[in-house]
């Protein structure tokens, strides 16, 4: 089945210490977002590829950093991982049309991300 | 500014017991609107789109419609396995993000 894959499902990482967490995609589609979800909200866009132009969302910190060196995969840095970035990291996938529907976003299982 | 107002925040049902989840929007333009189910520790399940005032789309026991202000996920004699948080996100227009509801937490108890 096509999909979304997230990699890893938990990360536990050190204050300070940078990670990557990683995300694939068997779905084709050309657009890519990162999002950030704490315990109970709703999750907060932190990037967007569409093909490989880069979108930064105004309030993402300088902390974070995204890659994307091809249709299929797309990184996400954090490289100095403070207390308050603890949280469910989810990537989601896209097909961008041109006709004037949305596009449904689909998503992958997330990577828990423990600071200690 | 663009909001998306979900109620109630939660919801306790008994198994059999039919109910509705509203999702209220104000926006600048509506390409789509979305429903996605969320399990504890997971990552959002698609379940619906819709595009316009009048749509209905149904999968099991789920049935979501649509109006110019508002959307319902309509939830016919549920069972425990649907208990999760249930999400409504819009898309005002292309290139702009989704902006999501807080969710609604549905628990079925048998």
């Known amino acids: 089945d096509a999909m979304v894959i997230q990699n890893p499902r938990y990360q536990v990482t050190q204050f300070g210490k940078p990670v990557t967490l990683s995300c694939s995609q068997t779905?084709?589609?050309?657009?890519m977002y990162w999002y950030q979800q704490k315990s109970s909200q709703a999750p907060k866009l932190l990037f967007h590829?569409?093909?490989?132009?880069?979108?930064n969302e105004a309030d993402t910190p300088d902390n974070f950093q995204s890659r994307r060196p091809n249709t299929s995969f797309c990184f996400l840095d954090i490289r100095s991982p403070g207390l308050g970035d603890a949280a469910m990291y989810l990537c989601?996938?896209?097909?961008?049309?041109?006709?004037?529907?949305?596009?449904?976003?689909?998503f992958g299982p997330g990577t828990r991300l423990t600071v200690l | 500014e663009d909001q998306v107002t979900q109620s109630p925040e939660a919801l306790r049902l008994q198994e059999g017991e039919s109910s509705s989840l509203n999702c209220s929007y104000t926006?600048?333009?509506?390409?789509?609107l979305f429903w996605y189910r969320q399990d504890p520790g997971k990552g959002p399940e698609f379940l619906f789109t819709l595009y316009s005032a009048g749509e209905e789309k149904e999968k099991e026991r789920l049935k979501a419609t649509l109006t110019k202000k508002e959307s319902f996920l309509h939830i016919t004699a549920p069972k425990p396995e649907d208990s999760a948080t249930y999400l409504c996100?819009?898309?005002?227009?292309?290139?702009?993000?989704?902006?999501f509801g807080k969710g609604t937490r549905l628990s079925v108890i048998a």
């Open positions: 779905l084709n589609h050309n657009v």
């Open positions: 996100a819009v898309q005002p227009l292309r290139d702009t993000p989704l902006v």
């Open positions: 989601a996938t896209s097909s961008d049309s041109t006709s004037g529907s949305a596009d449904t976003q689909y």
């Open positions: 590829y569409y093909d490989k132009d880069f979108n």
């Open positions: 926006v600048s333009g509506l390409r789509g």
